[in-house]
């Protein structure tokens, strides 16, 4: 199966994620060499080209966002190699690893997406400002970026940079509509000189509604509509009077909204049929403001100072269902706000005997307005009730008695508080010098300083009388029913707690070494070894209400790179290979088996995973772009103990959860100078398990996706007909048992048509 889709991916026919920008190179420095054909990597800071950048990378300009049809950050993602998208697009995992967590436990992210530079945190990537119109180029990583990024970037980070203005008048709209998900998007963006030379501007905007694909049986309405509204500008000021001085200034408004995940797939449904049953239809909201001003000034001699002060405000609002079923009264609601500071400032340095930059680096992350509220219905089976009525000495049929008194289920009221402020300062180098001709070191080291300060607050209150001992149908059971009632009682007395703000602190040092030598004047080879690293942190136990603290966790990534062009440099095949060892894993444990609230992080977790990602790319002929991808992965627990609802195991020698060990891709795009257009593009993701320590199988299956968009594109205006999943192939892509022990989950979106037009000048 592998051999014939890699084969046939070689000869697929679509613009590769390594093509050519069309950003103007007079007004983007990641643009700088697009005369000579080179794509230009900017996420590490230093404007390198691909084949100067042993880091595995994959560049999608926006040439292939556009000629791919690709809507969301999502989509990139689909379709590059070592990495995967959990069913509902709300995470992903690079080489195996989860971008929040593979082991359960911590709350920093193992990945980081940043958007002009702002990091976005994680409810943003639920439904937040993650769609691609007017952007300029996406850049994914893979492997730790550390040294550059700090924070979060233990798996790699995914780095989005908009269309910056041009003294040049342009200007760009698009309308697409598609079929069985009702999508409709109208974009626009315009932009050109304010002062010739000296200030220029520019406006996108883009305004998108979706029916969805889910149908709620109980309130007869979509379940998953899907809104957003974003807006964005620009300015560039390079002043006549001040020539070495260059700002580009940005200010972004989005509102993105969406609604559930999940639909029944169980008896009378079938996940095909996309039903969701909740009678508390689900909604989360983000709404983003983002400001960033990026100043570079050129000293002269090969030296530059750059800026980058960044603030974020993103607000995440949700309300739901607990029990995603038609029972009434159970309703949970978040608000998560973040407002986030950094400020950067490099000293670039493109000598001749070295070349890189020397920085520092200051963020504060305020999310102390997080709140949570909620009435539900606590099941007594989840809380580890029947386990311990069972240890003492009752028979299985006076157990189920006795929870059949309570319905199973305890209803409660809870809000919960969780304040918290983290400040991160870093100084970092990373530095190359060229020891000959052909052979270069280099050299980075990090050191991350970070102070977190949190507290909690919760309230519990049982929101229904219990079973009256005195009034039993069978007598006998009034002493057991008396101690039951005793023990929820006092359990939710004990969940109410206050624990005052307080702060921890981690600090690292983070090192990087590498050696790259050319073997000839396009081909060379690499070697990298380097620390990755994610902050410790803190917890509150809900069940127990007691605080915790937990370390941090480190990685060592040891990569070999390939880096080569061929017949003119029409043709590129690149390739990374690498091992990770892992250790002080963030793990999730249950102190009390069988009692899901009673949870707290250790670091008890010990990992190794190795792969490789190979990457073609290459233009036959100039109508013709060629594209293929392969990665595989391979992750393993060397050291994981762990319980998991009523299930006591180790999970040592198994897999990571999603983490499949083959993705591949590839396609491509034919353009004919009489207009004609088609692309035609494929990825492949092998099975994976969901779950770390229950591996009897694979229980998402493989796919392969099959998408094209073909129409004609004139000099200013083109007409398309675009599909997604060709071949309609219906596999679930996540499913679950949930509270109510029915099973919900996802499936992959069927075969969607859409039409689109689309104009520029």
Same mark, same amino acid.
Do not use: C
């Given at each position: 199966?592998?051999?014939?889709?890699?084969?046939?991916?070689?000869?697929?026919?679509?613009?590769?994620?390594?093509?050519?920008?069309?950003?103007?190179?007079?007004?983007?420095?990641?643009?700088?060499?697009?005369?000579?054909?080179?794509?230009?990597?900017?996420?590490?800071?230093?404007?390198?080209?691909?084949?100067?950048?042993?880091a595995?990378?994959?560049?999608?300009?926006?040439?292939?966002?556009?000629?791919?049809?690709?809507?969301?950050v999502?989509d990139?993602?689909?379709?590059?190699?070592?990495?995967?998208v959990?069913?509902?697009?709300?995470?992903?995992?690079?080489?195996?690893?989860?971008?929040f967590?593979v082991?359960?436990g911590?709350?920093?992210?193992?990945?980081?997406?940043?958007?002009?530079?702002?990091?976005m945190?994680?409810?943003?990537?639920?439904?937040?400002p993650?769609?691609?119109?007017?952007?300029?180029?996406?850049?994914?990583?893979?492997?730790?970026?550390?040294?550059?990024?700090?924070?979060?970037?233990l798996?790699?980070?995914?780095?989005?940079?908009?269309?910056?203005?041009?003294?040049?008048?342009?200007?760009?709209?698009?309308?697409?509509?598609?079929?069985?998900?009702?999508?409709?998007?109208?974009?626009?963006?315009?932009?050109?000189?304010?002062?010739?030379?000296?200030?220029?501007?520019?406006?996108?905007?883009?305004?998108?509604?979706?029916?969805?694909?889910?149908?709620?049986?109980?309130?007869?309405?979509?379940?998953?509509?899907?809104?957003?509204?974003?807006?964005?500008?620009?300015?560039l000021?390079?002043?006549?009077?001040?020539?070495?001085?260059?700002?580009?200034?940005?200010?972004?408004?989005?509102?993105?909204?969406?609604?559930? /995940?999940?639909?029944?797939?169980?008896?009378?449904?079938?996940?095909?049929?996309?039903?969701?049953?909740?009678?508390?239809?689900?909604?989360?909201?983000?709404?983003?403001?983002?400001?960033?001003?990026?100043?570079?000034?050129?000293?002269?001699?090969?030296?530059?100072?750059?800026?980058?002060?960044?603030?974020?405000?993103?607000?995440?609002?949700?309300?739901?269902d607990p029990?995603?079923?038609?029972?009434?009264?159970?309703?949970?609601?978040?608000?998560?706000?973040?407002?986030?500071?950094?400020?950067?400032?490099r000293?670039?340095?493109?000598?001749?005997?070295?070349?890189?930059?020397?920085?520092?680096?200051?963020?504060?992350?305020?999310?102390?307005?997080?709140?949570?509220?909620?009435?539900?219905?606590?099941?007594?089976?989840?809380?580890?009730?029947d386990?311990?009525?069972?240890?003492?000495?009752?028979?299985?049929?006076?157990?189920?008695?006795?929870?059949?008194?309570?319905?199973?289920?305890?209803?409660?009221?809870?809000?919960?508080?969780?304040?918290?402020?983290?400040?991160?300062?870093?100084? /970092?180098?990373?530095?190359?010098?060229?020891?000959?001709?052909?052979?270069?070191?280099?050299?980075?080291?990090?050191?991350?300083?970070?102070?977190q300060?949190?507290?909690?607050?919760?309230?519990?209150?049982?929101?229904r009388?219990?079973?009256?001992p005195?009034?039993?149908?069978?007598?006998?059971?009034?002493?057991?029913?008396?101690?039951?009632?005793?023990?929820?009682?006092?359990?939710?007395?004990?969940?109410?707690?206050?624990?005052?703000?307080?702060?921890?602190?981690?600090?690292?040092?983070?090192?990087?070494?590498?050696?790259?030598?050319?073997?000839?004047?396009?081909?060379?080879?690499?070697?990298?070894?380097? *620390?990755?690293? *994610?902050?410790?942190?803190?917890?509150?136990?809900?069940?127990?209400?007691?605080a915790?603290?937990?370390?941090?966790?480190?990685?060592?990534?040891?990569?070999?790179?390939?880096?080569?062009?061929?017949?003119? *440099?029409?043709?590129?095949?690149?390739?990374?290979?690498?091992w990770?060892?892992?250790?002080?894993?963030?793990?999730?444990?249950?102190?009390t088996?069988?009692?899901?609230?009673?949870?707290?992080?250790?670091?008890?977790?010990?990992?190794?995973?190795?792969?490789?990602?190979?990457?073609?790319?290459?233009?036959?002929?100039?109508?013709?772009?060629?594209?293929?991808?392969?990665?595989?992965?391979?992750?393993?627990?060397?050291?994981?103990?762990?319980?998991?609802?009523?299930?006591?195991?180790?999970?040592?020698?198994?897999?990571?959860?999603?983490?499949?060990?083959?993705?591949?891709?590839?396609?491509?795009?034919?353009?004919?100078?009489?207009?004609?257009?088609?692309?035609?593009?494929?990825?492949?993701?092998s099975?994976?398990?969901?779950?770390?320590?229950?591996?009897?199988?694979?229980?998402?299956?493989g796919?392969?996706?099959?998408?094209?968009?073909?129409?004609w594109?004139?000099?200013?205006?083109?007409?398309?007909?675009?599909?997604?999943?060709?071949?309609?192939?219906?596999?679930?892509?996540?499913?679950?048992?949930?509270?109510?022990?029915?099973?919900?989950?996802?499936?992959?979106?069927? *075969?969607?048509?859409?039409?689109?037009?689309?104009g520029?000048?």
């Amino acid at each position: 199966m592998l051999s014939r889709f890699l084969g046939s991916a070689l000869l697929l026919a679509g613009t590769a994620p390594l093509a050519y920008s069309q950003t103007p190179a007079a007004t983007n420095p990641a643009a700088s060499s697009a005369d000579s054909g080179d794509i230009i990597v900017t996420g590490q800071k230093t404007n390198r080209t691909l084949q100067e950048t042993p880091a595995s990378v994959a560049v999608v300009t926006s040439e292939s966002i556009s000629n791919q049809n690709l809507i969301s950050v999502y989509d990139i993602l689909e379709r590059t190699p070592n990495l995967a998208v959990d069913g509902n697009k709300t995470t992903f995992s690079i080489r195996g690893i989860d971008a929040f967590s593979v082991s359960g436990g911590g709350d920093g992210a193992l990945a980081s997406v940043y958007l002009d530079g702002a990091v976005m945190p994680r409810t943003a990537l639920t439904a937040g400002p993650l769609d691609l119109y007017d952007i300029a180029q996406v850049e994914v990583f893979r492997g730790p970026q550390s040294t550059v990024q700090g924070r979060n970037a233990l798996a790699g980070a995914v780095i989005i940079r908009t269309t910056d203005p041009s003294y040049e008048w342009t200007g760009r709209f698009r309308a697409l509509m598609t079929d069985k998900d009702g999508q409709r998007r109208v974009g626009a963006a315009i932009g050109g000189p304010l002062v010739d030379g000296q200030l220029a501007f520019r406006l996108a905007g883009e305004i998108a509604r979706a029916d969805g694909l889910i149908h709620n049986v109980t309130t007869h309405r979509d379940a998953d509509r899907r809104e957003s509204e974003t807006l964005r500008a620009k300015l560039l000021l390079t002043p006549d009077f001040l020539p070495a001085l260059r700002v580009v200034a940005t200010f972004m408004h989005d509102r993105h909204q969406r609604g559930t /995940f999940y639909s029944e797939f169980q008896a009378p449904y079938d996940g095909r049929d996309r039903i969701a049953t909740e009678d508390v239809m689900d909604r989360q909201t983000v709404k983003s403001d983002i400001g960033t001003v990026e100043i570079g000034y050129d000293l002269g001699g090969g030296l530059s100072l750059t800026s980058v002060t960044n603030y974020s405000d993103i607000r995440f609002r949700s309300i739901a269902d607990p029990d995603r079923g038609p029972t009434p009264g159970q309703t949970s609601r978040v608000y998560d706000p973040v407002k986030t500071f950094q400020q950067e400032l490099r000293f670039n340095i493109d000598k001749s005997w070295v070349h890189g930059l020397i920085g520092g680096y200051y963020l504060r992350d305020d999310n102390r307005g997080y709140q949570f509220e909620a009435t539900q219905s606590l099941n007594l089976t989840r809380l580890g009730v029947d386990r311990q009525l069972l240890a003492m000495g009752l028979p299985q049929a006076t157990v189920n008695a006795v929870l059949n008194l309570y319905g199973g289920v305890v209803p409660i009221r809870n809000s919960l508080s969780q304040p918290r402020l983290t400040e991160n300062y870093a100084g /970092f180098a990373d530095l190359t010098f060229p020891v000959t001709d052909r052979f270069r070191i280099n050299a980075g080291l990090r050191y991350d300083h970070e102070t977190q300060e949190r507290g909690a607050t919760q309230t519990v209150v049982i929101d229904r009388a219990l079973p009256d001992p005195a009034n039993l149908s069978i007598p006998a059971l009034a002493p057991i029913i008396t101690q039951l009632n005793a023990i929820l009682r006092a359990t939710a007395a004990n969940a109410n707690s206050v624990e005052p703000v307080r702060p921890v602190t981690y600090t690292a040092w983070l090192p990087k070494i590498g050696l790259t030598y050319d073997l000839a004047q396009d081909v060379s080879l690499s070697f990298t070894a380097q *620390r990755g690293y *994610r902050a410790g942190g803190a917890g509150l136990n809900q069940q127990r209400a007691q605080a915790y603290d937990f370390n941090p966790e480190y990685t060592w990534n040891y990569e070999f790179a390939l880096r080569s062009e061929w017949f003119d *440099r029409r043709l590129t095949l690149n390739a990374n290979a690498y091992w990770i060892d892992w250790k002080d894993q963030q793990v999730s444990v249950q102190l009390t088996p069988g009692a899901v609230f009673d949870t707290q992080v250790v670091n008890a977790g010990k990992s190794r995973l190795y792969g490789v990602e190979v990457e073609l790319s290459g233009r036959p002929t100039p109508t013709l772009n060629l594209y293929a991808g392969a990665g595989y992965s391979n992750t393993k627990f060397q050291e994981f103990n762990v319980m998991i609802g009523s299930l006591s195991a180790a999970a040592q020698g198994n897999e990571f959860a999603r983490a499949p060990h083959w993705t591949i891709s590839g396609g491509a795009t034919f353009h004919h100078p009489n207009g004609l257009f088609a692309n035609l593009n494929a990825n492949y993701r092998s099975a994976y398990y969901q779950d770390t320590v229950d591996q009897a199988f694979r229980d998402i299956p493989g796919r392969t996706l099959v998408n094209a968009k073909i129409g004609w594109q004139g000099e200013h205006v083109g007409a398309f007909l675009t599909a997604t999943n060709i071949f309609d192939v219906q596999k679930p892509s996540q499913f679950f048992t949930d509270f109510d022990r029915r099973v919900r989950g996802t499936f992959i979106e069927p *075969r969607i048509l859409g039409l689109s037009f689309e104009g520029r000048f």
